[in-house]
């Protein structure tokens, strides 16, 4: 029998992964840019399983996506 249960990961253990502080990663999850678990009022974690598949939709450096502005249609 296989465990299919992950471990979930904080923001500052993300942001050891992706070149992004913690504070923008628990604003992102706030906002519902990136997936997340609330477990509580103050308490945000993260799968991998699920940061991986946001990733691979994104571009490779989410930094680069961050910093750029979004473009709004005319």
């Known amino acids: 029998m296989s465990n299919n249960i992950e471990k979930p990961i904080t923001a500052q253990q993300l942001s050891e992964i992706i070149p992004l502080h913690p504070v923008t990663i628990l604003r992102w999850a706030r906002e519902?840019?990136?997936?997340?678990?609330?477990?509580?009022?103050?308490?945000?974690?993260?799968?991998p399983t699920e940061i991986n598949a946001w990733l691979s939709s994104r571009y490779t450096d989410p930094a680069v996506r961050a910093a750029q502005p979004e473009r709004q249609a005319a």
């Open 32 to 47: 519902g840019r990136i997936p997340h678990l609330r477990l509580s009022a103050r308490k945000i974690v993260f799968l």
